[in-house]
């Protein structure tokens, strides 16, 4: 998930391209199943949204190809989140009422995802994200169990974070959070583990969004004399708050989630600020099966290897378990259909990478189907565990040191 400026660039305008379109898989007939990509084009999540949303076409191509789920082809209508909450509203509103998708897949970012369920929630639908927030795993968010989460859980990002500190030997870490679901989430998991360990987090600070200057937090966690500043942030917050670090000269580390530091952060304040920055992002299951197929759908697509968007590989996932649990129940009523989806995505039947695969192997038995994005097993709330990159930027790149399993 790690993009250039100008490959951000051309993934906002190619994906902007697409959420023109109406309707981006065109199946023939009527009978067509209808799924709504909801992804965030533009915004904050833009540098991944394009690939997202192009992961899920490519994953009903291969649905399609393969004669469809459940007898009927694949339709993908997009539309772009543009990482905002209300502009998801109104997209996902548009999806349900006007072109009657019977799943949305997609959504990134805690906010957006949080005020997109209760839509999908009335509609008896699924939604199907890749967003932290532990509120989107229990009543009321996911009192229904129509939310399906495909990346880690804010407080297992924590408990990442916190294998990392004592991997690295940090002794006084503090916590920095941005106002939010996904922010406090993140630092208030990392809290948790790093208690569970035996050690104390030295300060904790909340701060606003959109401020010119975060000085006074960022002074009052300095106060405090840490080793090391964990925290939930975004890429904008990020990067003032690094600069005004960088100009007091008070020598301290950063753990970082990746969608906060990544390569646009480098550009945006140089290698000599950001050196030595941990950061830390799930990463995609790479010695898979499914991870070949998508890394080869992704470089068709998008022109980079598939480990540079592990969102993409998500929502690649999103749609091929979709369409083997619509498969498996032989209908698109969704609530057979979500009654499905672990059977076909966790433990025990026959391993399968593909849709092709499983659709041939679900004639014999029960599937297993294993993820390009992870392992893909659901638990009781329809969350999964990936695993962890700790990538450490030396000289204005991003290396991967070592995996994190939790």
Known sequence: MKTTR??????????????????????????????????????????????????????????????????????????????????AVLAAKKLIEVNKVQAILGTWSSGVSLAVIPLTNDAGIPLMHCSGAPALSVPPANAKGLGFRFQATND???????????????????????????????????????KAKGGEVVESVVYEPNQASYRSELMKVLAANPDVIVTGSYIADTTIILREWFQTGQPVKWIIPGWAANPQLVEALGAEVTEGIISVDSVSNEGAEAFKAYDAAYQKAMGQAGTNNVYAAMTWDMMTVLALAIEAAGTSDMAAVVAKLREVGNPDGKQVSSFAEGKEALKAGKINYEGASSVLDFDQHGDVTPDFGAYFIEGGKLNRRYVVKI
């Open 6 to 87: 100008r490959e951000f660039l051309g993934s906002v305008a190619a994906g902007a391209a697409l959420v023109a379109a109406p309707s981006i898989v065109r199946a023939q007939g009527a009978d067509a199943i209808r799924i709504g990509a909801l992804c965030p084009v533009t915004g904050v999540g833009g540098p991944y949204g394009s690939g997202m949303q192009k992961m899920i076409v490519a994953a009903a191509e291969a649905v399609n190809a393969a004669g469809g789920a459940g007898g009927r082809k694949i339709e993908i209508v997009a539309e772009d989140t543009q990482t905002n909450p209300q502009a």
């Open 156 to 194: 297992r990002f924590g408990r990442a974070f916190a294998e990392i500190c004592e991997k690295e030997g940090f002794n006084r870490p503090a916590t920095m959070a941005f106002n939010n679901a996904s922010g406090i989430g993140n630092t208030e998991g990392f809290t948790k583990a790093w």
